[in-house]
């Protein structure tokens, strides 16, 4: 078998192409899941003769942007140097100044972005500003992969809403839950520590009243590294109680209930320093959609759904899922609750589709990642 040899540079180190250092580039990025919110997700490289001499990646909301860090690592080695970056740079000052005025003073002669960045303050701009000064500009490097990492930034540029990830834990009949409603534990260990690893990536976690009432769960991160997640209660008919553990947890919680909930009970689960989002609502039924958009009006971009089986239906039903993630463990339960509870269809090719984009195994579960 022919076995190629790397290509090398005068100084011996190997030429990547422009991929693999974007694929740097966006392991960057996923480090500030969680913490970056309103803001994407963006990871940075400068590279001076095919290595590393300045890398960042931004850190939280506020802060530098990605772009700032990895020149500032690399002083005076960005002259005639590269910058590989996921996301567009910005071209205006906000809570930082423009990345396109420190990129062009920096002296770097060549840049390399996945893709545009949707707002449109920015979108398109800094290229051409960019391109306009004489840099040498490469757009559109490995931009699937880029998008999908900013999906939820995405999503609360283009329609206003928070993206959504439904997250499922399933035995192999398709139950959530025991006849009575028990649902500890139908996965093994290492699901429920991904499931927590997910719960640090979002900006808020939403589940429906009754597993409140039935559970009491706590809601926050364990097992991962530290990290304060922010809660929805889906509360129609405004039944969560004052004693829930929810309401004692660190970040925020929000009880979302219908104008008709009760005012009394409403009135002293702020008390207990809760926030209550009063929605219009038919029948108690709030319209999703407008859930999705005061959570992006918040700066939660990402919310991850964690059931139950009404929650569930009401989410897939209003097409409001972007993303689904499912655990199933290797186990048969009978009678139970089903994952959703929607109506039967006669033709099976009407059935509502998932697009398995991966499968993995966590222990003795497979979790399966797609879309709806």
């Known amino acids: 078998m022919l076995c190629l040899k790397p290509r090398r540079n005068q100084t011996g180190a190997i030429i990547m192409s422009d991929e693999r250092w974007m694929k740097r580039a966006l392991a960057l990025a996923r480090k500030g899941r969680g913490r ?10 400068v590279l001076r003769q095919e290595r590393i001499v300045g890398s960042g990646f931004h850190h939280a909301f506020g802060e530098a942007h990605a772009e700032v860090n990895a020149i500032h690592e690399a002083g005076s080695l960005a002259q005639g140097a590269t910058l590989v970056v996921n996301l567009e740079p910005c071209c205006f000052h906000g809570k930082t100044p423009a990345c396109t005025d420190l990129i062009l003073k920096s002296g770097i002669k060549r ?20 391109k306009n000064a004489g840099l040498d500009l490469k757009v559109g490097v490995l931009e699937p992969l880029c998008r999908e990492l900013n999906a939820p930034f995405i999503k609360y540029v283009e329609k206003g809403e928070s993206h959504v990830t439904l997250k499922m834990a399933q035995t192999l009949d398709g139950r959530i839950a025991s006849a009575d409603g028990s649902s500890r534990w139908i996965t093994g260990m290492p699901s429920r520590t991904t499931v927590h690893k997910m719960r640090s990536e979002h900006d808020a976690i939403l589940v429906g009243v009754n597993t409140v009432i039935r559970d009491n769960p706590s809601l926050t991160v364990r097992h991962v590294r530290p990290h304060t997640v922010n809660r929805i209660i889906l509360d129609g008919e405004g039944k969560t109680t004052s004693d829930c553990r929810v309401l004692y947890q660190p970040g925020d919680t929000v009880i979302a209930v219908s ?34 958009k005061k959570c992006a009006e918040r700066g939660w971009l990402s919310l991850m759904v964690e059931g139950g089986t009404d929650v569930f239906t009401q989410f ?13 463990a290797p186990r048969w339960m009978g009678q139970g609750l089903p994952v959703i509870d929607m109506p039967g269809i006669e033709n099976p090719n009407e059935a509502l589709a998932f697009r ?4 993995r195994r966590r222990g003795d579960d497979i979790m399966l990642t797609g879309w709806m």
């Open 356 to 359: 398995i984009h991966q499968w």
């Open 259 to 292: 104008e008709n909930a009760d005012a009394d009970r409403c009135r002293n689960l702020e008390k207990k320093g809760a926030t209550v989002w009063r929605f219009p609502a038919e029948k108690n039924r709030i319209d999703i959609h407008e859930i999705l």
């Open 111 to 130: 840049v390399v972005i996945g893709m545009q960045d949707p707002h449109m303050r920015v979108h398109g701009r800094s290229i051409q500003i960019l």
């Open 36 to 45: 970056v919110h309103p803001n994407p997700l963006v990871g940075a490289l």
């Open 316 to 328: 897939i039903k209003a097409g409001a899922s972007d993303k689904v993630v499912v655990f199933i």
